[in-house]
């Protein structure tokens, strides 16, 4: 089992930024590829971004790309999600991801682990 703590989620304002951080703990001996996805109310949850083990490989939805960065520390277990120049059009709960395998990194069900979520909201 895999468990993903979530932080850095809350209240900005359009045009600024946040970082969130998901801490993984639990058997993180195999490496494992990341994701972050949100969810709005009243909509599906979406893609936002994913990384490969190594960090070597990224991929970002179209909505973010220039403006979200995902990157790791294997040290730390952690993975991170840079958020810049945000808009009130990215106000949602977001969740990170785990899961053995980097293939169909974009299919929220083929996570096998989630963490609980962090509200985001930006204000117009």
């Known amino acids: 089992q895999v468990q993903l703590v979530e932080s850095g989620g809350g209240l900005v304002q359009a045009g600024g930024s946040l970082r969130l951080s998901c801490v993984a703990s639990?058997?993180?001996?195999?490496?494992?590829?990341m994701g972050w996805f949100c969810q709005a109310p009243g909509k599906e949850r979406e893609f936002v971004a994913a990384?490969?083990?190594?960090?070597?490989?990224?991929k970002y939805a179209d909505s973010v790309k220039g403006r979200f960065t995902i990157s790791r520390d294997n040290a730390k277990n952690t993975v991170y999600l840079q958020m810049n120049s945000l808009k009130p059009e990215d106000t949602a709960v977001y969740y990170c991801?785990?899961?053995?395998?980097?293939?169909?990194?974009?299919?929220?069900?083929?996570?096998?682990?989630w963490g609980q979520g962090t509200q985001v909201t930006v204000s117009s």
């Open positions: 639990g058997r993180t001996s195999r490496p494992l590829a």
């Open positions: 991801a785990a899961d053995y395998s980097y293939s169909d990194y974009g299919v929220p069900s083929k996570y096998d682990y």
């Open positions: 990384i490969n083990w190594n960090g070597g490989r990224t």
